[in-house]
């Protein structure tokens, strides 16, 4: 049975940094493409950014490109998402995601994965 096991979320200033983890059992980590999505309060779940088997990122949110940084260890199993100078409107519900089922999961963070994480919450307070 896959398991995606996510912590981190909590709340924190404005400007203050967090780093999210998602440790994967029961999959075959490194061949698939890692991803985190986002969804606040009245709004769709976004993606935020994505990660190919190689390491690589493949995608970041314009919202968040410079500030967040996707990462991925193969050896733990498990895929971080860097946080750094956050603003109130990163306050959301975060999700992470394995194996993206369709060249647009990984290239364009469509919702398109076979395996998600329970949400773990970040709220970010001005």
């Known amino acids: 049975q896959v398991q995606l096991v996510v912590s981190g979320g909590r709340s924190v200033q404005a400007g203050g940094s967090l780093r999210l983890s998602c440790t994967v059992s029961?999959?075959?980590?490194?061949?698939?493409?890692m991803a985190w999505f986002r969804r606040a309060p009245g709004n769709e779940r976004e993606g935020v950014a994505t990660?190919?088997?190689?390491?690589?990122?493949?995608y970041s949110a314009a919202s968040v490109k410079g500030r967040f940084t996707i990462t991925r260890d193969n050896a733990k199993t498990t895929v971080y998402l860097q946080m750094n100078s956050l603003k109130p409107e990163d306050t959301a519900m975060y999700y992470c995601?394995?194996?993206?089922?369709?060249?647009?999961?990984?290239?364009?963070?469509?919702?398109?994965?076979?395996?998600w994480g329970h949400g773990t919450q970040v709220t970010v307070s001005s």
């Open positions: 995601a394995a194996d993206g089922l369709t060249a647009d999961a990984c290239a364009r963070a469509s919702s398109d994965f076979r395996y």
């Open positions: 029961g999959y075959t980590f490194d061949l698939g493409c």
């Open positions: 990660m190919g088997a190689g390491g690589g990122t493949i």
